[in-house]
């Protein structure tokens, strides 16, 4: 399935950021290429709480946040996170997490295809699907995915950016 990116700026709404913003320093800080459908969707919503829910990273918050979890993982803190995450070599790559302490992720399934996965705190289980982000994004503000762990969503999308 391609990205949704615009059917995601549909039920989002405009980007609250400006042009300029990059993934540079991520690219630098962790020696990697950050998949284009997390750019995509990290620039335009990337570093913002959707609806009081779901907070998605983008170049202000990746490098810190996905460096706190890798450390996570890495030190056994987590049984239910099975993979490494980047920096760490072969990692996933952590790109957003609810207030309900869902931790999201997404891992190459190569050729440049990355999936959605997480660790569903509540259900203390490990999800994986086989959606691109954008497409996963789509599908569960619509509310045809993961209907069991997300919210009921507002017609109208709230963002808060992270100043």
Do not use: Q
């Amino acid at each position: 399935m391609g990205s949704n990116l615009d059917e995601l700026r549909r039920i989002l709404g405009p980007s609250p950021w400006s042009e300029g913003r990059s993934f540079a320093a991520v690219e630098r800080e962790w020696d990697i290429t950050v998949p284009s459908d997390v750019k995509d969707v990290g620039l335009l919503y990337g570093d913002c709480m959707v609806s009081d829910f779901l907070f998605i990273f983008g170049p202000a918050s990746m490098v810190p946040k996905g460096d706190w979890m890798s450390s996570y993982v890495r030190e056994g803190k987590s049984c239910k996170i099975p993979r490494p995450v980047i920096p760490d070599a072969d990692g996933m790559l952590h790109w957003g997490h609810s207030i309900d302490g869902d931790r999201l992720f997404l891992e190459d399934r190569g050729s440049g295809f990355w999936t959605v996965s997480a660790f569903r705190r509540d259900w203390g289980d490990w999800y994986e699907s086989d959606l691109a982000l954008a497409d996963w994004l789509v599908e569960i503000f619509e509310g045809r995915l993961a209907t069991d762990w997300m919210p009921e969503w507002p017609a109208t999308h709230s963002l808060e950016t992270l100043d």
